[in-house]
């Protein structure tokens, strides 16, 4: 029986940079866009001579970029050898090192915490496959190599999809003559084909890349990958964290996947990141200060050695010292995102610019990071005490946010006709004033360090911009209109989509001024909700965030 798992993508509220060092914090908000895992046998039996197989089969199909992946796994070694792999598009590499890692962790794992008692049946799992050819196997590996029986395919059959608000589909839009709406995008098929970015200047020498929108695909990816097998192998139970109201135990099933995806992810990122994505793909919307680097030393040393139950079991006794809370938007408060059309933006080389400018001027970095810092926390601030409020003076508070989504800010204040009122206003000013003083330092930041714009190349004559001049322009037109909260760039800035808060029904008239803008909004929503498991393919279930979480008006 087939298992699938979803994970949502993720905007970066706060913490921008900072949030790479404990112990700054950044407020990270998950989304209706998820990822999607589909895991089931190739076949419901399993033969008789199963139990002598030292090896068994994973077939990953991608079907939005047309992929489709074979390997052979070792279940002495837990290692996989990429065996096939068909494309039917030429956009270049075809394998996966966040499913491959996340695979290999996943069964190490089951074979290191499941009891003894239920090995047999994990194995069963592990074999579950069907008749093949030797040919299908290509020509470097043998079946005296792999010590199979010539006629038996057994394993793993994964496939992922992902919500067409993780990826870029102006040009299908534009191709189609349809103006840049949020029905327009609506319009496209669940699970669209996706488009890549090409670089014209590059003469064929860069491979293409695919044009992504920055809500963490391969955060959600891995999280609902490990989920999904993490719950075939029964290695955890997804049921039981379904329910949002029941307390999850600290070490119980989700604190396993999320140590499990932070893993993999690092692994095949080759670097160990501040892993606010995958937190936030695992719990949802969240107040996150990262874990100690240290934690994951098992992990790198055998990075490129076999993935053993030993090295599983060091990484989940290991001292996970990351903090989060939770933390969602106030109520009557919409996230919305809008694509610029620019062309996203390379973290990492983005990143690496700013850790080289804190080591060659400390001085000037410390001051910037402490206002940057000071500026986050002030946001948060005003936002909690804005839900506190609307806890406390629900009436008063809903009064506000109604009276304010029709006017721009410097007309707010004279909505507070009541007392009470003026307490309200002045969060929702404060929030904005701390938005805009985030968004001054990440700009002397960005520009201090030299950040290459949206990590492009530099023989190409480009600024060097955190946010850069255009971001500048489009942000201050957002935040210019009525009834927009706050707006900025998430994460680490350049030109991924960028965001908005808006208060009670403006988010329609938002989108209509970013279409007029050349500005695409999305049907990304803030969804707090994290791993989940599904009831079906998402595909004949019509899941997606476009249609069952949006109503467009």
């Known amino acids: 029986m087939a298992v699938v798992a979803s994970a949502p993508g993720k905007v970066l509220l706060t913490g921008g940079y900072l949030i790479l060092e404990r112990p700054n914090a950044g407020v990270v908000l998950s989304t209706n866009a998820r990822f999607y895992a589909i895991v089931k046998p190739i076949r419901d039996d399993v033969p008789d001579d199963s139990w002598a197989w030292a ?4 077939k990953l199909t991608s079907p939005q970029l047309s992929r489709e992946t074979e390997y052979k796994m070792s279940l002495k070694h837990l290692t996989l050898q990429c065996v096939s792999s068909r494309q039917v598009t030429s956009s270049g590499e075809s394998r996966n090192p966040f499913v491959e890692q996340a695979l290999q962790y996943c069964i190490a794992a089951a074979y290191a915490l499941l009891d003894p008692s239920k090995k047999e049946v994990l194995n069963k799992l592990l074999l ?25 395919h057994a394993g793993l059959d994964i496939t992922i999809l992902g919500s067409n608000d993780f990826y870029s589909y102006r040009n299908q839009i534009e191709a189609r003559r349809l103006p840049l709406t949020p029905e327009s995008l609506a319009s496209l098929p669940p699970f669209t084909s996706i488009t890549f970015n090409t670089d014209e200047s590059s003469e ?30 029964r290695v955890v139970n997804l049921s039981s964290t379904k329910d949002p109201h029941q307390k999850q135990e600290v070490g119980g099933d989700l604190d396993i ?87 996203g933006s390379s973290t990492v ?120 001049e255009s971001q500048t322009k489009l942000l201050d037109a957002t935040m210019s209109i009525e009834g927009v ?40 929503r803030e969804d707090p909700h994290g791993v989940s498991p599904e009831s079906g393919d998402p595909r004949t279930a019509e899941i997606t965030s476009a249609i069952s979480s949006v109503h467009i008006g």
């Open 128 to 152: 579950q496959g069907m008749f093949t050819s030797i040919i299908r196997l290509g020509h470097d590996i043998t079946w005296k190599n792999l010590m199979l029986p010539l006629h038996i």
């Open 485 to 524: 909260l706050l707006a900025g760039v998430p994460g680490a800035g350049g030109f991924d989509a960028i965001f908005a808060v808006t208060l009670g029904d403006s988010s329609t008239q938002l989108a209509k001024a970013w279409s007029s803008l050349n500005v695409l909004a999305l049907l990304v």
């Open 349 to 468: 080389s983005m990143v690496g610019a700013v850790k080289k400018w804190q080591k060659s001027d400390p001085p000037h970095s410390q001051s910037v990071r402490r206002r940057l810092s000071e500026a986050n926390t002030s946001l948060e601030t005003h936002l909690k005490a804005l839900s506190q409020l609307a806890n406390d003076h629900w009436d008063s508070y809903k009064f506000i946010i109604n009276s304010c989504s029709v006017h721009r800010s410097e007309k707010w204040m004279e909505r507070a006709i009541e007392p009470g009122h003026e307490t309200i206003v002045k969060e929702l000013l404060g929030a904005r004033d701390a938005m805009l003083e985030i968004r001054l330092n990440m700009r002397h930041m960005g520009e201090a360090a030299g950040v290459p714009l949206a990590g492009r190349r530099k023989d190409k004559g480009y600024n060097y911009k955190i946010e850069p």
């Open 257 to 343: 996947v999320h140590i499990i995806a932070q893993s993999a992810h690092c692994i095949a990122q080759g670097k160990v990141g501040s892993g606010f994505d995958v937190s936030s793909a695992v719990y949802g919307s969240q107040r996150y200060v990262r874990f100690s680097p240290e934690v994951l030393s098992s992990a790198q040393v055998a990075a490129n050695v076999i993935t053993s139950g030993e090295v599983i079991l060091d990484i989940l006794k290991a001292k996970w010292d990351h903090e989060r809370t939770e933390f969602s938007l106030p109520p009557l408060m919409t996230l919305l995102l809008g694509e610029p059309g620019s062309g």
């Open 204 to 233: 064929g020498n860069c491979k293409p890349e695919v044009a992504k929108t920055g809500l963490g695909s391969s955060a959600a990816m891995t999280a609902a990958v490990v989920a999904a097998l993490l719950h075939y192998l």
């Open 55 to 58: 090896w068994t089969d994973v």
